[in-house]
């Protein structure tokens, strides 16, 4: 049995037809091609399949596809400002040093487009219980807490001065190393 499914995914219309058992994951990354929405554990566990449905994060995983007909759905590749330069949470993930391998970068990245998004200011504590749903095996989450921060001030132009970005130390140059 085939399903309509009409939504708009990153500001464009789309009409496919779809199995209604099929996941929203399914739907973005099988077939309309979207491999920022990534197939982690397919429980809702680790967040790498997040995107926004009308502005709210979501584990795509678990959201069948028809859930979402008529609704607006936003991923990693529709978030860029509209110049295509890197809007200020992925400029911050950037500079910060909070992407490593990167798979699940763009689920937390959603998570924090959807947070950043109602202007208000987090605190760190409030910013780890944030992302707790995502799951980060490369980072040690310290430079995505920085990150979310910097981006949190920049979007909020609150004038809040972020911590330095921590130099790369050169472990030859470092005390010790050089017996």
Not at 12 to 21: L, M, Y
Not at 36 to 54: F, H, I, P, Q, W
Not at 63 to 89: H, P, Q, R
Not at 166 to 171: A, G, L, Y
């Amino acid at each position: 049995m085939v399903t309509v499914f009409n939504c708009v995914v990153n500001g464009k219309e789309v009409e496919i037809g779809i199995d209604p058992r099929e996941s929203l994951l399914d739907v973005l990354h099988d077939r309309l091609g979207l491999v920022s929405v990534k197939r982690g554990c397919e429980v809702g566990e680790c967040g790498a399949c997040t995107v926004l449905v009308d502005g709210r994060a979501i584990d795509s995983c678990l959201y069948l596809a028809i859930w979402a007909n008529g609704k607006e759905i936003l991923t990693v590749e529709g978030i860029n400002e509209n110049d295509g330069s890197l809007n200020a949470i992925q400029r911050a993930f950037v500079e910060r040093g909070a992407v490593q391998c990167g798979y699940c970068t763009p689920g937390i990245i959603m998570t924090c487009m959807e947070a950043l998004g109602s202007g208000r200011t987090y605190t760190r504590d409030e910013i780890r219980k944030l992302i707790s749903g995502h799951l980060c095996r490369c980072t040690g989450y310290e430079n995505i807490v920085l990150a979310v921060e910097q981006a949190m001030h920049e979007l909020n132009d609150d004038g809040i001065i972020v911590p330095e970005i921590n130099p790369v130390v050169d472990p030859v140059e470092t005390k010790g190393c050089n017996n």
